[in-house]
């Protein structure tokens, strides 16, 4: 039980910091490209409204 208890955070966290790092980078490499950097723009202005 304790083993599980302390191996599942670390596994969920290794998975989560996995995901972001993939993110991360695919944003990067999409935001390189001008049309998908101003659909970003207009998809933050009208998350912030």
């Known amino acids: 039980m304790r083993v599980t208890w302390i191996t599942s955070p670390i596994i969920i966290g290794y998975i989560i910091i996995t995901y972001v790092k ?3 980078s ?12 101003s659909f970003y723009f207009r998809w933050t202005i009208t998350k912030e409204i």
Not at 26 to 33: G, H, V
């Open 22 to 24: 993939n993110f991360r």
């Open 26 to 37: 695919i944003f990067i490499r999409e935001a390189l490209d001008c049309y998908t950097c």
